[in-house]
């Protein structure tokens, strides 16, 4: 499945953070009614998107961080900043 919506260099963008966010969002919103143990992704965004794999993870990381173990704050904030998306 296609994690970019149109043919272009994603690379300065939060793109891996929003669509595996969303994909975690889901599963866990749907965990009860799917006996879902593994879901296996390649890294967001590094194909046309042009996002290095190491940017990939780092951003992947951190939605699963927000989803699983949730902090209180500004965590998209500190995510832009943090990873010069200004």
């Not at 951190?62 to 173990?69: E, G, H, M, R, V």
Request: charged letters at 15%; hydrophobic letters at 45%; aromatic letters at 8%.
């Amino acid at each position: 499945m296609p994690t970019i919506a149109f043919l272009n260099n994603v690379d300065n963008s939060i793109n891996a953070f929003s669509a595996f966010r969303a994909l975690l969002l889901e599963l866990h919103t749907t965990k009860s009614e799917h006996d879902i143990k593994t879901v296996v992704v390649t890294p967001f965004c590094t194909g046309v998107g042009g996002m290095s794999p190491e940017k990939s993870a780092v951003q992947m990381k951190l939605a699963y961080d927000t989803i699983i173990k949730p902090v209180s704050g500004d965590w998209l904030g500190h995510f832009i900043i943090k990873n010069g998306l200004t």
